[in-house]
């Protein structure tokens, strides 16, 4: 599994978009990037998913230069409810590929400053 | 509605007694999975089965054991032998669908604390 570098933590106030940078130097050819969320003691939550370019959806944007050995999360006009760990998680997900596994670091911290 | 369900939402256990965390889920999803997080930690996966009556080891398995025998279920059993039970513990579960899709619907979570 592709190994990913994000910052701990970050700081922005509401209704500032707020980008978060993730590092995946070893990804692979089938690999997808993908975010999740996670609010204290609560489960992650999937945020979004891509394999090259962008990808926008109702919540964010992901953006992937094409060497793909980068991310881009962005979050537009953030609220106070945005506050929550965003991790990105690198794999290939098609059955069969033997990563049926989700490695979770430790995420980015994000606090959103009224 | 459908989703995925822990429980009990929080355990407490005497250290050296073996305690069991329930999961179930009604998405008929066919793999599924059991995660462990320590304060301010990421999640590490413990176990997870492609399907029924299948399972394989996780990152960190030792001291726990899974059981798949029906679809809907996956219940973890945390064992005396796990050093160091105490962490809040997450089941996800996943279709395979031929999307592509790598979203993993977790559950609730369970805390279980071990004195």
Redesign the interface.
């Known amino acids: 599994l592709a190994k990913t570098t994000q910052p701990i933590s970050m700081d922005s106030y509401e209704g500032q978009e707020v980008n978060i940078t993730c590092s995946h130097n070893n990804i692979a050819t089938n690999d ?1 990037i ?1 975010w999740y969320q996670q609010f204290p ?6 945020i979004i ?1 891509g394999y090259k370019t962008k990808v926008t959806n109702e919540v964010a944007s992901l953006f992937i230069p094409a060497d793909r050995k980068s991310s881009t999360l962005s979050l537009p006009r953030v609220s106070l409810s945005d506050t929550a760990v965003y ?1 990105c ?1 690198v ?1 290939d ?3 069969g590929a033997g990563s ?8 980015t911290k994000l606090s959103v400053i009224p | 509605d459908g989703g995925i369900t822990q429980s009990p939402k929080y355990l407490f256990r005497k250290e050296g007694q073996n305690v069991t965390l329930s999961c179930e889920q009604n998405l008929n999803h066919d793999a599924m999975y059991w995660y462990r997080q320590d304060p301010g930690q990421g999640l590490r996966l413990i176990y997870y089965s492609q399907i029924v009556n299948d399972f394989q080891k996780g990152d960190i398995a030792e001291g726990y054991s899974v059981s798949r025998e029906k679809k809907e279920s996956f219940p973890l059993t945390v064992t005396s032998a796990q050093k160091n039970p105490t962490a809040f513990y997450l089941c996800a579960s996943r279709s395979w669908g031929g999307d592509l899709s790598y979203e993993q619907y977790f559950g609730p979570g369970t805390r279980l604390t071990v004195t």
């Open positions: 997808y993908t003691s609560q489960g992650p939550r999937f998913q991790y998680l794999g997900p098609t059955y049926y596994q989700l490695t979770f670091g430790k995420g």
